[in-house]
Every structure is written in C-alpha cells, then in structure tokens.
C-alpha cells in the first residue's frame, strides 16, 4: 500500500494521541452516530434486507471462487468493447502502467474520482514523482488534499475536520491549487461547497485524463460502475478524453442481475440513501460520446494471497459501504488513522494485515484492534464475519509466526514478540499430552488451592487484572469421576 503509511507505530500507540484529542473524539461521535442511525432507518425501511444481504454474501463467494474465469470473461468484454485492460501484481507495477499511460498522453496534470485502490497503491505520490499534478475531486478528497492530510474514513475521508477547519484548509491552501477561495468565505455548508464547486469547475473543464476506480465490473459486458454523491464523478467519467481506471479484482459481479443486489444494499448501507444520486456506467469506448479512449488496470496487490485463505477470503465480499467503522466503539474512539491504511476501521483490522502480511508492527498489531463485540458482522451487507477474521489473524500473529511479503510472494518468518504467551502455550500442551503430569499438577492445584492469589505476579498482573480468576475446585474432575463412578478418569 502507500507508502505514506510505513513506519508507523503499533495501533495502541497510534490511538493514544487521537484518543486524547477532544476535537477529533467530537467530530468522530457526532458524525459517527448521525450517520449510524440513518442507516439503521434506511434499512429498516426494506422488508426482504436479511434476503438481499445473503444474496450479495452468496455472489461475491460464487464470483471469488471462480475469479479466474469471470476475469477472463471481463477482459475479453472491455477489448470487444474498445478498451485495453493492463494486469498489475502490485501496486509499484499498476503505478508505472498508469504513469506511462498518462506520459503518452503528453498531458501533466490529471482529475480523479474518490478511489480507494489509488490511495491504496499510492498513485498521486508515484504520479507527483514523474511530474504529473493529481487533482482530487470528491470534495472530502479534496479537503484532505488541500490540508496534506489523510483519509481517516472509506466513506467520509475528512470526516475528522468540523466546518471551521474546512474553512480555514480552504482559505489559506486553495490558491496554491487553482482558483482561490472566495473573499470572505464562512463556514456554511452552501458555502463551502461553492466555493469547491467553482475550484472544481476549471479543473474539469481542462482535465484531458481522468483517473478513477470503480465499485462494480460487470463481467458479462464489461462495463465499469462508479457511485457517489456529488457529480464530480461524472465530470471525470465523461469529460476526459482519456480515462484510466485502476480497479481492485475482487470487484467483480458476473451479470447485471448481480449488480442489483448491491446497487440495493451499498447506498442503504454507505449514506443512507434509498438510491445512489449519481450512478455513472460506461462500457469501453463509444465515437462522441465520453472518453475516446479507455484503460483498466486490474490489480492484484496481495488479493490472490488473501483469497488463498479459507477464513480470511470473506475480506475481499466488501463493497466498502464503511457501514462497519460507524458502529465500531473503537473506531469512534481512536478515528482512521490509527489504522495506518486508507481502509480504516474494522474491515481495515482485517484487510490490510492481509494484503500486506503482518510483518511490520502496525499490522500485527491491527487484528487486536476490535473488542469483538460483533457490531460490525450485524450491520455488513455481504455478511462478513468481522470477528471471526480478527481471531483467525490473532491466531497467524501469535502461532504461524509473521507474514510478510516478499514481492507477490507471502514468507513466513518467526514472530518477534509475545514469548511469554507462547512459552505458557508450549507448557500446556506439554501438560496436556503427559495425562500422569496433568493429574499430579491437578491435585497439587486442589490441595493448595487456598493459598492461589488472586492476581498474578509481574507481567501477568495486566492480564489477571481485568479478569477473575476462576477457583479451583476440591477434587479435580477426574478423581470426583472414579470416586462417584469407580471408573478412571480419561484416556491416560
Ligand atoms: S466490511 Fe462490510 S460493513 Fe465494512 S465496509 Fe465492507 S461491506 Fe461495508
């Protein structure tokens, strides 16, 4: 992913600084519980929602078990269509295919729609390194441009700023971008919006390449789709005579009438909304009408790895609605950029450890980034099992030792931290496996039991110290059994 992330400390420590923050924690509640309970409206107003949402959880698998074959079927549908589809491994090769692309163009600046795949690989600082000027045109994008910022929410990126702040990004930054913001400009929301709109404006109207994801491929016709809100997106899609569009591969859906499902589920599930206000698709290329020529990069980067693994493949169902991270009471607390990835969040807890291994402390650390209380499995609209992925990266930090990746590749290599835990781990299979040593140790236990204190000593005492030891019992299991039956207790 980009590399605006590496370095960065373990989630804990990330957290600690935001989690002091005052402003940051008010923002996050106010927008966080707005936007949650209008979703809660929006899908309580759909009676068949448990259907829909197993019907895109029941897609996505169908579409992820045979992805070979529907993206066969999606290359062959753009290049009859007049596109050309180009395939990344990772993101330092989809970023030297869209540079060169654009470089052919001869042009040195480029509109882009909100794309989480572009953030993920870094493509603005790969594009800014080779001279070529990115402008973001979603207008959180754009605040988060504006501010040198970072998306802290899939949905809402500038979510961590209130009006004033935006205000102030506006007033002192815009002209260095293009057209300045206006004399006088207040914190109203009107206003603010027009006086991006009038920044926008001359952006789009010179733009000759636009850049965009998109959040549906439709393999049967090859036909990209992009949802927003704003119109920004449509500008970019048709103004352009060129158009790059870098698209993760799990983002496909075989028909049209998978497509339905989601274009039901997403809106309800992102903004609330009963239906998305723009929905712009487009099928390769058509003679004087939108871009004259089109390109989709396809990208890998760590998804074939992820979908190599049974538990964790639920990952790649997101439709990336970000209807988790508005329910998470950690997400709330500590805001996106803790999470050190453009996918913040709970879906970020399990997805980056995933396609960038667990190698670096920031992403060993993300699986225990959740109390598991399981507010995110019952609001995802593909169903995805939020915790159970957690606990299973837990288990790959803890046992298998850290992932990294080297290349394409995933290599395991020892993990560094948690000896205690693993030494404890080591007794007591070594207990369990010699039945003679369990029942000495079991009846030592009981016999002294009085004396166990309730709290254990050094390191310990953080773990014992939320948690109430259980008592032991008078007689262990075992010896009540041959007492009470006259039968001996357990293989031994
Ligand atoms: S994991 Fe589910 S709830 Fe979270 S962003 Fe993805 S689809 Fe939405």
Redesign the pocket.
Same mark, same amino acid.
């Given at each position: 992913m980009s590399g605006t992330y590496l370095g960065m400390p373990a989630f804990p420590e990330a957290a600690r600084e935001a989690v002091g923050n005052r402003i940051l924690r008010d923002n996050l509640r106010h927008a966080t519980h707005t936007i949650r309970a209008k979703r809660a409206k929006a899908v309580a107003e759909v009676s068949d929602w448990a259907e829909l949402r197993e019907a895109g959880k029941r897609i996505k698998d169908h579409t992820l078990r045979h992805l070979d074959r529907y993206l066969e079927r999606l290359e062959e549908s753009v290049t009859a269509a007049g596109g050309v589809v180009h395939w990344a491994a990772d993101a330092a090769e989809a970023n030297e295919i869209v540079t060169e692309l654009v470089k052919m163009t001869g042009e040195s600046e480029v509109v882009k729609v909100k794309s989480m795949a572009t953030q993920e690989i870094g493509l603005n600082e790969a594009l800014e390194a080779a001279g070529i000027r990115a402008y973001e045109t979603d207008l959180a994008e754009l605040i988060v441009q504006l501010g040198k910022d970072r998306p802290s929410h899939?949905l809402v990126p500038a979510i961590h700023r209130n009006r004033g702040e935006i205000r102030d990004i506006f007033r002192s930054e815009m002209s260095e971008w293009g057209r300045p913001a206006p004399e006088g400009l207040t914190d109203t929301p009107a206003e603010l919006a027009e006086a991006a709109r009038l920044h926008l404006r001359e952006k789009f109207l010179r733009a000759k390449v636009g850049i965009s994801g998109a959040n549906f491929m439709v393999a049967e016709t090859g036909t990209m789709v992009v949802v927003e809100s704003e119109g920004n997106g449509r500008m970019c899609l048709t103004l352009p005579e060129t158009l790059i569009s870098v698209v993760g591969i799990e983002k496909i859906v075989p028909t049209w009438r998978d497509l339905e499902v989601f274009l039901q589920t997403l809106p309800r599930?992102s903004t609330a909304e009963r239906m998305n206000p723009y929905t712009s698709t487009w099928t390769g290329t058509t003679d004087q009408d939108g871009p004259g020529t089109f390109h989709l990069v396809l990208l890998d980067n760590g998804r074939s790895d992820t979908l190599a693994d049974e538990v964790g493949r639920q990952a790649l169902?997101? $439709?990336?609605?970000?209807?988790?991270?508005n329910v998470c009471p950690v997400y709330e607390r500590a805001g996106g950029h803790a999470y050190g990835s453009v996918y913040p969040g709970?879906?970020g807890a399990i997805l980056s450890p995933q396609l960038r291994g667990t190698g670096s402390e920031i992403d060993a650390s993300l699986p225990y980034a959740s109390s598991l209380c399981g507010a995110?499995y019952e609001?995802?609209?593909?169903a995805?099992d $939020?915790p159970e992925v957690l606990v299973h990266l837990r288990e790959r930090v803890v046992e298998g030792g850290e992932a990294t990746r080297a290349g394409n590749k995933v290599v395991l290599r020892p993990a560094k931290g948690h000896a205690a835990e693993r030494a404890a781990m080591r007794a007591a299979r070594w207990a369990f496996t010699h039945p003679g040593v369990l029942r000495t140790g079991q009846r030592a236990a009981s016999r002294t039991r009085r004396f166990h204190p309730r709290t254990l000593p050094g390191p310990g005492r953080a773990w014992s110290g939320s948690r109430d030891l259980p008592p032991v019992p008078a007689e262990p299991f075992r010896d009540w059994w041959q007492r009470t039956r006259g039968q001996k207790g357990g293989a031994e």
């Open positions: 899939i599930s169902r997101c $439709i990336r609605c970000s209807a988790c991270l709970p879906i995110c609001v995802c609209p593909v995805i $939020i």
